[in-house]
C-alpha cells in the first residue's frame, strides 16, 4: 500500500500505542492490537511511516477496485499486509470514508526470538503492493475473522506466561491461512498469471534483441517486475507458481539459450558473447554457463561444430 514519496505530512508510527492513540482507542498490550474500524469516525487523508507490521482486513466491494484490467474477484474482504519500513495512506479527494474492517498491528519485538519471528521472510505478501493484495471468499474471511478474534481475545486476558506464546501462535496460524489463501488465488487467477506470462516473455526477447544488455546489462528480477507493474516478491512468487522455477532461473535460462545460438557463430569471441549478454566479466558468464549446461562456452562450441560437420 505504498504511497509516492512527495505526498506531505507523513506521520511516524513506531509503537502500537502510536498506532492506537491515532484511532482514540486504549491500549491494553504494548506489542499487539487488533482494532474494529465499524468503531471509527470518518476520515479524508493521512500518510504513514510504519515501523511496525499491520495486517488490514477491509470490508469493501472489490469490483470498485481494479487489478490492471480486471476487476477485483472476491468481494468479501480484502486483506492488505504492512511490514516494518512502509508507508501507506489514504486520499479519498476531499469526500469522507467511514473505514469498515478490522486491522492487525504488532510490534517486530512481540516476535523476535519466536519460531515466527525467524520465518517472516517466507511470508513474502508483506512485500506486495495493494494491487496485489488477497481478495477473500465469505469462508475465507470467516476463518481469517476467527483468527483475529483468538487473538483479541487474548489480549484482553489479564497478561500471563501463556499470553505471548498464545498471541504469536494465533498470528502465525493467521498467516499460514494467508499462504494457502494466496496459493488459491494464484490458482482461481490463472487468466491473469497467464497474461503476465506473455507479457515477461515478450519483455525478454525484446531485451535480448534490442541494445539493452548493453547498456543495462543482465536483466534482473527487480527490473522485469517493475517492467510489469509488480513488486518483485509478487512477481517471483507467480513465476514460481506457473512455472515451477524461479523468476530468476527463468530469467537465466533465457539467457543461456541466446548465448547457445551466439555460440555458433564462430566469428564471436566468448568474450565478445558474455558481453553481449550483458555481463560485466566473461569468467560469470562462463560461470553460469556451465553451471546450466554442464559445458564451459567453449566446450559446447567445440561439441557443436563436431556434430554439425
Not at 61 to 69: A, P
Not at 135 to 141: G, T, V
Request: hydrophobic share 35%.
Amino acid at each position: 500500500m505504498n504511497c509516492d514519496t512527495d505526498m506531505e505530512q507523513v506521520e511516524r508510527i513506531d509503537t502500537v500505542k502510536q498506532y492506537n492513540q491515532t484511532l482514540g482507542i486504549d491500549t491494553l498490550h504494548p506489542l499487539v492490537s487488533v482494532v474494529d474500524f465499524d468503531e471509527m469516525p470518518t476520515y479524508h487523508y493521512f500518510r504513514r511511516y510504519m515501523g511496525i507490521y499491520a495486517i488490514f482486513l477491509k470490508y469493501i466491494k472489490c469490483g470498485d477496485m481494479k487489478y490492471g484490467c480486471q476487476s477485483y474477484d472476491y468481494e468479501d474482504g480484502t486483506l492488505v499486509f504492512i511490514s516494518p519500513g512502509q508507508i501507506y495512506g489514504i486520499d479519498s479527494k476531499g469526500k469522507a470514508i467511514k473505514p469498515s474492517g478490522k486491522a492487525l498491528v504488532f510490534h517486530p519485538d512481540l516476535i523476535a526470538g519466536t519460531d515466527l519471528g525467524r520465518k517472516m521472510k517466507n511470508y513474502t505478501f508483506f512485500s506486495y503492493e495493494v494491487n496485489e493484495a488477497l481478495h477473500l471468499s465469505k469462508k475465507e474471511r470467516a476463518i481469517i475473522n476467527d483468527c483475529f478474534g483468538k487473538i483479541a481475545y487474548e489480549i484482553n486476558q489479564n497478561i500471563d506466561k501463556h499470553s505471548k506464546i498464545l498471541i504469536v501462535s494465533n498470528i502465525e496460524l493467521l498467516l499460514n491461512y494467508c499462504m494457502r489463501f494466496y496459493d488459491r488465488q494464484f490458482i482461481t487467477r490463472s487468466h491473469v498469471n497467464k497474461d503476465i506470462l506473455m507479457r515477461f516473455e515478450n519483455l525478454l526477447n525484446d531485451y535480448f534483441q534490442s541494445d539493452k544488455c548493453q547498456t543495462l546489462g543482465v536483466p534482473t528480477v527487480a527490473w522485469c517486475a517493475e517492467q510489469l507493474h509488480l513488486s518483485a516478491n509478487y512477481f517471483g512468487d507467480l513465476i514460481k507458481k506457473e512455472t515451477g522455477n524461479t523468476a530468476l532461473d527463468y530469467i537465466q535460462s533465457r539467457v543461456i539459450d541466446a548465448a547457445k545460438l551466439m555460440i555458433f557463430d564462430n566469428n564471436k569471441s566468448i568474450s565478445d558473447i558474455a558481453f553481449q549478454l550483458g555481463f560485466k566479466y566473461q569468467q560469470h558468464f562462463t560461470r553460469l554457463f556451465k553451471q546450466k549446461t554442464g559445458k564451459t562456452p567453449v566446450e559446447y562450441r567445440a561439441m557443436k561444430w563436431k556434430y554439425t560437420n
